[in-house]
Every structure is written in structure tokens, then in C-alpha cells.
């Protein structure tokens, strides 16, 4: 029987359609109470005076609690520069005073607005530029004594520093034929789940019970521990299905507060965010300016590349300052670099602090770079498909860090693909229309997981995984059908338990795309040893050698013998009275691609495993009179491995480059001089709608890497990162002008438009 | 103060607060939580209900202003766990649900949609989604669910 690779409708397809699935937003406990989280109005300053004693007299309010009376141990995910509250200085607005427990969620929003607090407010720092200047007033006076990796190069504002020179950059530079050197700027772009964040914890025998929607319930826990100053065993984190995540809820969010007010008033609370604070102060992708210098020579080939890049790390470092290690690997890939220098730098400032979404900074890196390409083919006036086609990367070749890409000519074949589908002289053609490509390199998260598995009496397999199934049916397609596979079972017949850090082993979390790759690893380690188990008893209970049994669609006989097979079912009751219950577990972590470990100094993100490969075209068309881009067609040629679930993979693709679109064309978070963002609902954020977007064309590229279960490697992460590039190179080429600029808002395409005629008033436009 | 209205088929008769929404009657006192709430603000669309037949954002919609209203949810759509409607297997089928927390949302903007269009176009689609985010999706498999759906009636 096969299942990997066929339409399987996802184990949560009836119970979301019908509304029944339950999110934590949805979980009611007994005695349970409601919170709130006090705010700092403003983005800098000191607390100089904070008054809670008429809002811990307001109706319904059990506990109100402020830094004098939680754990105040500092904590973070790279660097220990977070807090539960702040009781004196102030880095972000938005950033928690107090909290507030009450018998309904109404008496808590009213107890908090009658918390009185006077701040000795001064003018927040927002640009990185001045952010990062060593005369810069200090976003953290203590950074010193917080604690980080030695790797980091902290100094004054700058959380991260990940430097990589060949040597002689400049000389290279300076001696190629032509030069061309472009800025680019990125805005900060919002996850935009449509669950927002939100907990129940509860505290009972001295132990926590943390209810979550969250991506990683592993982290959860062992970051609360350290917040909290506990053992991280005193923590149970319980999944439930989660309303979207995209990186967003993978590092620890509001939790800590609803465990200090659960411990302090001895009844379950509930802490859900507000859209409007969810927007306000969770982590988002980080804006950066990148610079970036490239040699050339006639022929088109790249001698020389110079990249510097500044992200905001906002008021706390999160994990961007693994982050800082993407750009060693994007400005080398797809295209050959020559000799190269890559700085990139992460930097406080006041304000939210940002984190994780798909592709990362990969988005901005790989717009950056795949812009560059169009503005030098047109320097040195050479095609663009033509020029990158010349630059790429093949086997053999390999990233600034030293590791080899053993199968990057896989880009040439999705180079054709494309082509195939959309030629690249006669596509976007015509009057206000262009056509852009991007290609990408990217990789499998490798981080480690694990499956338990049983064979239950009746004959099903219970799956017991940590691993989160954040929507992208990589657990209700993936897994499932991997395990089913594994013994010729319907995926109906595998039962798959909601993460609990109590119950299965450790995995890393939904993030960049490793829940099939990894834990269906898992599943077959695990699978290998409840075959063997089977077999076993299958043998004594068939009378015949444990090498002459088979396991075939889910019954159990003597190989060649089709009427010697019973179902599985009678195998798993009949160990009961044998050896016991049929159990068995299976871990797995990507082994890490060699590479030149003194390659560059503060390197935290060191290799790209089970690489995968990609190339976007766009052809849009742009309205003279508004402004906006119409993205008309959308092609994507992706190396996946192997396909488990071709429904899945689609929506992958497919909502991937949703958010790309949405990235480059309309999303970002403006921040003001305040320190706050300018977008304070969803409507002023404007997400993309169904009208915004094509349905993509999709080619696949099933090339099988062989660590992973049925040659799998990642596949959702990776369709957002070359959207911006594939997109705004495709609206330059439409109005003859650059846009360098995350999102290409439509003020921008006018003014591109107005600059085009004014450059070329020959020019068609 | 008072409210009458017709949940679900169901009178229901309840002590409800002014200015309360809609939504947080049909969570937080009748427990139907099928009914997401994504923003509160009118802007998503997870919280979508009927109101006498026609789509309705619930989070902004007053519960005072749906006296004598008939209000439907999630809940009642499709027969029994066993039996979804034929929208919402499409929806199954086409693999247009990630998440799911915008799903409830759609598949009552959706059934509303059909039962006025039993043959939508994709613009007809579209125009009517235009009030209901997914961030996961990317639209095509819940349009193709609708388009499913349609031919299935013919
Ligand atoms: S919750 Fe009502 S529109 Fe978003
Ligand atoms: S399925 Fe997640 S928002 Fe639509």
C-alpha cells in the first residue's frame, strides 16, 4: 500500500471545519481567572513613582503583582537581557510593569487603567545608525554584566557581530571592470497569525501546568524555567492546536505572567493578548539596512562581493543574534561571490523586540542580493536570467562557511523548469509589465526529535511526539502518513497525541521546516525496533522463524503464506500476556555538514543542512494612476525531496508566497520617533486578501536526500524567501526603475515611474 | 439587561451587559466557541456568524442590536461530526485548512455565499472573501473547496 506521496485529508480537517478543534484561547477551567499585563506607555525613561493600590481595590481583582514580588532573574534565549517586569528603567513601549488577575477579563482591563505610573521619560533611540554609534547612549546600561555567548562581540548597542573576510576585498573591488554598489532597506513585517498569543497556567504540588498554542513547548518550559528560577521538571507545557505561528510563537511570549499570577493567587489564569498588543509589542521580522558592493567583470562574472548589514534587534536580543550568521550563507548563494566580505551587525534600540518569521532575514539577504543582479545586468548590460545563469552555483561548490552543496545543480534544472513554463523573453511583455526572477538556496532546520511509538490492542499505532502541528499538516499529513507507511496501515489507524513536556521526548519545535524531515526520522528509528518487537511475537505466536515473518497492510504473516496472516491487533493482545506491551522510540537529530569552523568570527548559525533549492519567477503588471502592482502569474520551481502529501506541499507553497507578496507589496510596521509602531489595527497593516493573490504554479523537483525518511527534506519555509526579490524585480522591470526598498509601496512605484522619465524620456512606459 | 434572540434554533433568553458584542455572548456565556475571535475590531472575519441568513462580523456587532435576531455558528453547520456539509468536506478535501483558526470564519461567509450563488465564479468567490483573512493558505484551496462544492450540486 502507498500513503507517502498521496492525497490523505489531514487528521484535523473535520474538527477545524466544524469549529471544534480547541485553541488555548478556547480552554475554560474551573476557578479560573483572567489577566492583564500593565504596559509602559512610553519607550524610554526611568519609573519614577508606580501606584497600584486603587486598582488592587477594583472590582473582581484578586492579585495584582509588579517586579517587588516576582522572580527577577535576568533571562533570555541567546543573551539574559529580559526581565518579567522592569521595576526602574524603561527599553520599549510595551514593556510589562505589572499583571493583573481578576474574575473576568472586563475587571482586569478595568483594574488596569487605574494603575498609576510616572516615568522620567527621555527620547527613544530608533535608528540603527544612531543606534549603533559606540557615542550612542546606552539602550542597557547593565549589557555588560548580562549573560551571552563570548562568540557575540557584544559592545555598547551591538547584541551580535558575525564577520567573514577572504582579505584583499577592496584591491578586488577596485580592480574589476565595473562596481555597483546599491542600499537596501527592509521594514518590519508582522506574523499575523490569526490565533493571537495567549496561555492558561496553573499551579498545583509545587508544579507548573502551562497550557500553550505554541510552536515549541520544549522552549516554553526550559525558558520559564529560567525566568522563573525553577527546575525546568516543575514545568508541564500542554499543547493545543495552534491558530498559526510562522516563527512567531517559537520563542517563550506572555507565559511567565500567567505563571507569577497563578502561583500568587492559587487558581488557573488566563492571559490572552489583545490584537492591538499582540501587534504592539510581540516579536516581528527585524527591519535592516543592507549594503552591498559588488565587482564584476565584462563577462559578467562576479569577482568581488561586499556585504554589511545592520538588523534591529529591538530592546531585546531574541534570537536575532543567530540570525546574524544568514547573510554569510545568502551572499555566497545561489550565486558565486568571488572574494568577499560579509559584517553583519545586530543592534538594540527602543524598541519591540523582534524575532523569527519564515525565512528569517533570509527575505531581505536574498531581495538583496537578487535586486543587486538586475542592477548589474543593467550596468554591464547583460541579461538578467543570462547573468545569474553564469554566476550560479553546481555541485561542488561551495558556501563562505566551507561546507560543500554536493547537489546544487539542482538550480540549473529549476532554472529550465521555469523556463519551461514561462519563457523568459516572451513573459511580461507589454505595457507596465515585468517579469522577475529570484533563486534561493535554503535549508532543514536539523534540530533534534523524537516519536514514541505503541501498537494499541485494536490493532491502530499511537504516535507519542512533542512535535506541533502549527497548521502546515506537518504532523497531520507528514507524520502521520510516515508512520502509517511503516507498517501498511490506513493514516486513520495512527493516533497522534498532543504535545506535552510531561509525556514524549524532546523536539525542537515547528521551525524551519523539520518536523518531516526530523521526527519522520524519528518515526522510522522508532518503527525499526516495534517492527522487530512484532515480529517476535508474531513469530511464537505463528509457530515460524522471526526471519520468515512479514508485516504486510497492517496483518502479520509467514512471508509467501498469504493465509497464515493475522491482524495486527491480535499480535498486540497477545503480547499482553508475552513480553508485554509493544512500545518502542526513535530519535533523531541531522548530523551537521563539515565546515571551516574558523571561516568567521561570531558565527552562531554555523551550516545549512539538507539543503533546498528554489527559483520564483513574477510577472506583474502596475497601474500608472495608483500605483499598484497586480501580481498576474506566480511560478515556483522547488527541490522538495520527495512529495509525502502533494496537498500539503501545495498549501505550503502557495501560503508561503502569500506572505511574500504580502511582504513586499503592503505589510510593514513603520516605527514613529515614539518607539511605537504606526499600524496599530490589522486593517492599517493590510494584510494580503484573497483577491491580492494568484493561484501560484507549481513545479516540483523530487531529487531524494538520503538521510531523509523517503529522501524528505524541508518544505515550508522556504516559498516566502525569494518572493520580494522574484517581485520587486518584476515591478522595476515594468517602470525601468529600482526598488530597493522593503515593502515597494505603491508611492514608490509612482515616484519610480516619475524617475524612469526622468532618466529615459524615451522610454515606453 | 435582557436579550431574546434564537441561537442555533435554540430561543435563548439571557442577562446580558450593554455594549457587550455579540461574540463574547456566543463564547464566553453560551460557550460556542467554534467562533474565533482574531482581532475584535472587524477586520478578520474569524468571527463570522450568521445574523437572519446574512454573514456578520460578531466582534463589533452589538448583542442588544440582534434582539429577535436568528443567529447561526459553526456549530450547527453540517449535520453531525460524521456528516459535514458538503462545503466543509470540500474544505477537507481540497486541503484549504491549515490552522484552522480562520476556517469557522470562512465556512460561514462561504455557506451563506452558496446558498445565494449555488455556482459562484472565482470573482464571486473572491468578492465575497473579501472580509476574511487566512494567513496560512493563500486562498487557493478554499476557493477550489467552493468551486468543488458547486459542482457537486449540479
Ligand atoms: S474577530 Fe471579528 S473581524 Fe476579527
Ligand atoms: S488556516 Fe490559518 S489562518 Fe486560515
Redesign the pocket.
Known amino acids: 500500500m502507498k500513503i507517502v506521496g498521496e492525497k490523505y485529508a489531514r487528521s484535523d480537517g473535520v474538527v477545524k471545519v466544524r469549529g471544534e478543534a480547541l485553541y488555548t484561547t478556547d480552554l475554560q477551567f474551573p476557578g479560573m481567572l483572567f489577566g492583564a499585563i500593565f504596559r509602559s506607555p512610553v519607550a524610554a525613561g526611568r519609573i519614577l513613582h508606580l501606584d497600584i493600590s486603587a486598582a488592587e481595590n477594583s472590582p473582581g481583582v484578586h492579585k495584582i503583582i509588579t517586579a517587588s514580588d516576582a522572580p527577577r532573574h535576568r533571562h533570555g534565549l541567546v543573551v539574559d537581557d529580559e526581565q518579567i517586569f522592569t521595576s526602574s528603567d524603561i527599553t520599549y513601549a510595551g514593556e510589562p510593569i505589572a499583571a493583573i488577575a481578576a474574575t473576568s477579563l472586563a475587571e482586569a482591563l478595568a483594574a488596569l487603567k487605574k494603575i498609576r505610573i510616572e516615568i522620567d521619560e527621555i527620547t527613544p533611540i530608533v535608528d540603527l545608525h544612531e543606534a549603533i554609534d559606540p557615542k550612542c547612549r546606552l539602550i542597557h546600561q547593565g549589557w555588560k554584566d548580562f549573560g551571552a555567548p563570548e562568540e557575540l562581540f557584544r559592545s555598547n548597542n551591538i547584541v551580535g557581530q558575525m564577520v567573514y573576510d577572504d582579505g584583499d576585498v577592496d584591491k578586488i573591488l577596485n580592480g574589476s571592470d565595473f562596481v555597483i554598489e546599491n542600499e537596501f532597506v527592509a521594514g518590519r513585517q508582522y506574523q499575523a497569525y490569526?490565533e493571537p498569543k495567549g496561555v492558561v497556567a496553573s499551579y498545583e504540588n509545587g508544579r507548573f501546568t502551562v497550557h500553550v498554542s505554541h510552536q515549541f513547548p520544549f522552549n516554553v518550559r526550559d525558558r520559564l524555567a529560567k525566568a522563573l528560577g525553577i527546575k525546568s521538571s516543575a514545568i508541564r507545557v500542554v499543547g493545543h492546536h495552534i491558530?498559526?505561528g510562522f516563527g512567531g510563537k517559537l520563542d517563550l511570549g506572555i507565559e511567565p505572567f500567567a505563571c507569577v499570577l497563578a502561583k500568587s493567587t492559587g487558581r488557573p489564569v488566563k492571559l490572552i493578548q489583545s490584537r492591538a498588543e499582540d501587534m504592539a509589542t510581540c516579536p516581528v521580522r527585524e527591519n535592516a539596512i543592507i549594503h552591498l558592493r559588488t565587482g564584476v567583470n565584462r563577462d559578467g562574472q562576479i569577482i568581488a562581493t561586499d556585504m554589511d548589514v545592520i538588523m534591529d534587534a529591538g530592546a531585546a536580543a531574541g534570537d536575532t543574534p543567530y540570525l546574524s550568521s544568514i547573510p554569510l550563507f545568502l551572499a555566497g548563494a545561489p550565486y558565486k561571490s568571488g572574494r568577499t566580505r560579509v559584517r553583519c551587525r545586530v543592534v538594540y534600540t527602543n524598541t519591540p523586540s523582534t524575532g523569527a518569521f519564515r525565512g528569517v532575514s533570509g527575505t531581505y539577504i536574498n531581495f538583496a542580493v537578487e535586486r543587486q543582479m538586475d542592477e548589474i545586468a543593467k550596468v554591464i548590460g547583460m541579461d538578467r536570467r543570462q547573468l545569474r545563469l553564469k554566476n550560479l552555483l553546481h555541485d561542488g561548490d561551495c558556501f563562505l562557511n566551507g561546507q560543500v552543496l554536493s547537489d546544487a545543480s539542482i538550480l540549473d534544472e529549476a532554472f529550465a523548469l521555469v523556463e519551461s513554463r514561462a519563457p523568459w523573453t516572451t513573459t511580461g511583455k507589454g505595457k507596465l509589465r515585468g517579469v522577475g526572477i529570484a533563486a534561493a538556496v535554503w535549508l532543514t532546520n536539523p534540530l533534534p526529535g523524537s516519536a514514541t511509538m505503541k501498537l494499541n490492542e485494536d490493532g491502530t499505532l499511537g504516535l507519542i511526539t512533542a512535535a506541533t502541528e502549527n497548521?502546515s499538516g506537518a504532523v497531520a499529513m507528514g507524520l502521520r502518513q510516515i508512520a502509517a507507511q511503516e507498517f501498511g496501515l490506513e493514516p486513520d489507524d495512527v493516533l497522534i497525541s498532543m504535545p506535552d513536556t510531561d509525556v514524549a521526548g524532546y523536539d525542537a519545535g515547528s521551525q524551519g521546516s523539520r518536523t518531516t524531515h526530523v521526527v519522520g526520522r524519528a518515526i522510522q528509528e522508532a518503527s525499526i525496533e516495534l517492527r522487530s518487537k512484532i515480529i517476535s511475537v508474531a513469530a511464537e505466536v505463528l509457530e515460524a522463524l522471526p526471519g520468515d515473518i512479514e508485516i504486510v497492510d497492517g496483518q502479520v504473516g509467514v512471508a509467501g503464506v498469504p493465509a497464515s496472516r493475522i491482524p495486527l491487533s491480535s499480535i498486540a493482545i497477545a503480547a499482553k500476556s508475552m513480553a508485554g506491551p509493544l512500545v518502542a522510540t526513535g530519535s533523531y537529530r541531522t548530523p551537521a555538514p563539515e565546515y571551516n569552523h574558523q571561516c568567521a568570527t561570531g558565527l552562531l548559525f554555523t551550516t545549512f543542512p539538507t539543503l533546498t533549492y528554489h527559483v520564483h519567477l513574477a510577472e506583474v503588471e502596475v497601474d500608472p494612476a495608483t500605483g499598484n502592482t497586480t501580481v498576474l502569474r506566480y511560478i515556483v520551481a522547488q527541490e522538495v525531496g520527495k512529495v509525502v502529501n502533494p496537498d500539503g506541499v501545495r498549501g505550503q507553497i502557495q501560503g508561503g508566497v502569500a506572505q511574500g507578496l504580502g511582504y513586499v507589496l503592503y505589510e510593514n510596521l513603520d516605527i514613529g520617533t515614539d518607539g511605537k509602531y504606526r499600524q496599530k489595527t490589522l486593517e492599517a497593516y493590510r494584510l494580503p486578501i484573497a483577491g491580492d493573490i494568484p493561484e501560484v504554479e507549481i513545479m516540483l523537483l523530487e531529487h531524494p536526500d538520503l538521510a531523509g525518511p523517503h529522501g524528505v527534506r524541508g518544505v515550508a519555509e522556504p516559498p516566502i524567501v525569494p518572493v520580494a526579490a522574484a517581485i520587486a524585480n518584476a515591478i522595476s522591470d515594468a517602470i525601468g526603475a529600482p526598488l530597493n526598498t522593503i515593502p515597494v509601496r505603491p508611492i514608490d512605484v509612482l515616484d519610480g515611474i516619475r524617475w524612469a522619465q526622468e532618466v529615459h524620456p524615451d522610454r515606453q512606459v | 439587561m435582557k436579550l431574546s434572540l434564537t441561537v442555533n434554533g435554540r430561543q435563548e433568553s439571557l442577562d446580558v451587559e450593554v455594549g457587550t458584542s455579540l461574540l463574547h455572548v456566543l463564547r464566553e456565556q453560551l460557550g460556542l466557541t467554534g467562533t474565533k475571535e482574531g482581532c475584535a475590531e472587524g477586520e478578520c472575519g474569524a468571527c463570522t456568524v450568521l445574523r437572519d441568513g446574512k454573514p456578520i462580523d460578531s466582534c463589533i456587532m452589538a448583542a442588544h442590536a440582534c434582539e429577535q435576531s436568528e443567529i447561526t455558528t459553526i456549530e450547527v453547520i453540517g449535520d453531525s461530526p460524521d456528516h459535514p456539509s458538503e462545503l466543509q468536506n470540500c474544505l477537507v478535501e481540497s486541503g484549504g485548512?491549515?490552522?484552522?483558526?480562520?476556517?469557522p470564519g470562512f465556512v460561514m461567509v462561504l455557506t451563506a455565499l452558496l446558498k445565494v450563488n449555488a455556482a459562484p465564479t472565482d470573482a464571486e468567490i473572491k468578492h465575497a472573501l473579501a472580509g476574511n483573512?487566512?494567513?496560512?493558505?493563500g486562498y487557493a484551496q478554499i476557493i477550489e473547496a467552493v468551486i468543488a462544492t458547486a459542482k457537486t450540486h449540479q
Open positions: 490569526m491558530g498559526g497548521g | 485548512i491549515q490552522c484552522g483558526f480562520c476556517t483573512i487566512c494567513r496560512c493558505t
